[in-house]
């Protein structure tokens, strides 16, 4: 809803359990075959190719212990610089390839969210906020993208090197292999306590980060009627209390990583401490020759660059990990198998229906308290109702509500013969048609922009729309007219010019019934007078409910609605209620005391 509406703050999207997300990666991979399986050879030999001169240092040492001559030593070493040449080239391929895998899967998990997001029924968006909507093709798209070019190609490579080099010490000797392995429990225990805590904190601090964006959405999108209200120093409190949640999360995170790393060090102390000591007793026992005693305290330190490269890179890695769970989450949410285009109710072209709310009550899931109490309304066929109120009240729940965007706990919304809760969301956008402050240009040609609302209307059509908005003067003085591209990367539009362009395509529609949920409330006052002229125009005919941010607004409708705490408190037209003294009178007093101190400002 905007900033006047009220959603359940409890209401999340579905985030995927990490056997889900892992599947999901798997799938894709399998999609891949050859490029999935030449990331991974490459990755394991250019492993292999750094230990291998570790290994062969043991018998360097040994050779030159037992007086070997250079001629034996010499092409030992070249062996050695080879492998470590080809193991440079190796380890560069595997990052480029693990890269070029993960930009495949990101793109593919970004569109699929994407148009899992744009399917999904607007009841659905509107539920969750478009705060954790945004925060996941956004933010977790980012983050997921940070990490994929960092710490996912650094965790898969240093694995399989931990890995090769484990091998290689148990090459050496399988004696000093276990005195390596002795540090394996101290490893475990460490990943046994962290893993199991870090990931619900890096959720955690993403959910704190959508409530965030969610808190700063709301304040902005409602700027207006926040300052209409007095009500910035809440909103700012809101943002800020969000804000420090996020920071407290920030610094809980990096202590917990920085324990986690405490006991890795002492894992690593452990396990270098058992190799020299068992070394040590081989050597003086004649067990093991001083190559081999030599090389493994140096195939155990191999293992500390990968293992600090994993350790440093978790909490990127982590943070992805989240961030993939909450997007392949959003591919579960339930979609529109429809589109608009498809709905079966076809109403006549321009034929305004009535609207009748009867008794209608509404709850948001997870709050005890309805935001909507047995409310009675309707509005003519082809007349205009406005709807007042203070911050909270229900307006825009009870306008998205009308529009079919959600479904009542109790009563009923009729548009015409039409009960909204018998019909899908493309039936119900063939009803009504619903324009809110949160206006947008594609970037894109003028034309193709408006023809979002109607893909069949030819360049005249679209003219027609523009001039009963008033839009048709700057239009026609566009570079390439209709076919300049506007949005980003092309003509850049004010307020006013997307606010026109919208209501244009408002004209284009044929629904007979109308919403607007503060749709002009972005445009300063010196457009505003204009664009309550274009939003008559564009109503003309057409039964019309408003969701009222100027004052103004409402005198011009035929009758205003005043809702209180969920509830009808007062019904009539401009005169009859501000006659009655009551809720509206009060609101118009303050209204016209507010308009009179900006202008002496």
């Known amino acids: 809803m905007s ?17 889900e997300a892992t599947g999901w990666v798997g799938a894709h991979c399998r999609r891949a075959p050859w490029l999935t399986a030449f990331t991974v050879l490459t990755t394991v030999a250019g492993a292999a190719l750094q230990v291998l001169p570790v290994l062969l240092l043991g018998r360097v040492v040994d050779g030159v212990a037992e007086g070997e001559s250079s001629a034996v030593l010499v092409p030992v070493g070249a062996v050695m610089v080879a492998a470590a040449l080809l193991g440079a080239a190796a380890t560069a391929l595997s990052t480029y390839l693990i890269g070029r895998l993960g930009a495949d899967l990101l793109a593919t998990l970004r569109e699929s969210a994407v148009r899992a997001v744009l399917g999904m029924p607007s009841a659905r968006v509107e539920q969750v906020g478009r705060g954790d909507v945004l925060s996941r093709v956004g933010d977790d798209v980012a983050v997921l993208s940070k990490g994929i070019r960092t710490a996912v190609p650094t965790v898969f490579s240093a694995g399989v090197l931990v890995v090769i080099a484990t091998a290689g010490m148990f090459g050496l000797d399988w004696r000093l292999g276990l005195a390596g392995a002795g540090a394996l429990p101290a490893y475990v225990f460490a990943l046994r306590w962290y893993l199991p805590r870090s990931a619900p904190l890096y959720r955690k601090q993403r959910m704190a980060q959508a409530d965030r964006a969610q808190a700063l959405i709301s304040g902005l999108n409602g700027i207006d009627t926040v300052r209409a209200y007095g009500l910035e120093s809440t909103v700012r409190e809101k943002v800020t209390r969000e804000s420090w949640r996020v920071r407290e999360l920030g610094v809980e995170v990096f202590r917990f990583f920085g324990r986690f790393v405490g006991r890795e060090n002492r894992a690593e102390f452990i396990g270098l401490v058992l190799i020299l000591v068992v070394g040590y007793a081989l050597l003086e026992a004649g067990a093991a020759t001083l190559g081999e005693v030599s090389a493994a305290p140096l195939m155990f330190h191999r293992l500390f660059t990968p293992l ?78 406005a709807l007042v109120g203070a911050t909270g009240a229900g307006k825009s729940t009870l306008a998205a509500l009308i529009a079919g965007i959600g479904t009542p706990g109790a009563g009923s919304v009729h548009i015409g013969p039409y009960d909204l809760a018998a019909l899908d969301e ?176």
């Open 308 to 385: 600090g490269a994993i350790m440093f890179t978790f909490d990127e890695a982590q943070k992805s990990g989240a961030s993939l769970t909450r997007l392949v989450g959003v591919l579960k949410e339930p979609s529109e198998d429809r589109l608009v285009g498809d709905a079966a109710v076809t109403p006549p072209d321009r034929a305004p229906y009535p609207v009748t709310v009867k008794e209608l009550t509404f709850s948001y899931p997870g709050d005890g308290e309805p935001v909507l109490w047995d409310v009675n309304l309707s509005i003519p066929a082809g007349g205009s109702l």
């Open 3 to 19: 900033a006047t509406g009220t959603r359940a703050p409890s209401a999340t999207l579905s985030t995927a359990t990490a056997r």
């Open 426 to 601: 493309a039936e119900a956008r063939a009803l009504v048609s619903i324009l809110t402050q949160e206006t947008h240009v594609f970037s894109g040609r003028l034309s193709d922009d408006l023809r979002l609302a109607a893909p069949e209307a030819d360049d005249a059509r679209l003219r027609d729309a523009l001039r009963t908005v008033g839009a048709d003067g700057w239009a026609e003085l566009l570079p390439d007219g209709l076919h300049t591209t506007v949005g980003e990367g092309g003509e850049r539009l004010d307020v006013t010019k997307v606010t026109q362009i919208a209501l244009a395509r408002l004209v284009l529609t044929r629904s007979p019934v109308v919403v607007l949920d503060e749709s002009t409330a972005e445009a300063g006052s010196e457009g505003a007078a204009e664009l309550e002229r274009a939003v008559r125009a564009a109503c003309a005919g057409r039964t019309t409910l408003f969701v009222a941010h100027r004052l103004t607004q409402a005198m011009a409708a035929d009758r205003i609605a005043v809702l209180d705490a969920g509830r009808v408190a007062e019904e009539g037209t401009h005169e009859e209620l501000v006659a009655l003294g009551g809720r509206y009178a009060r609101l118009w007093r303050a209204w016209r005391q507010g308009s009179e101190t900006d202008r002496h400002i």
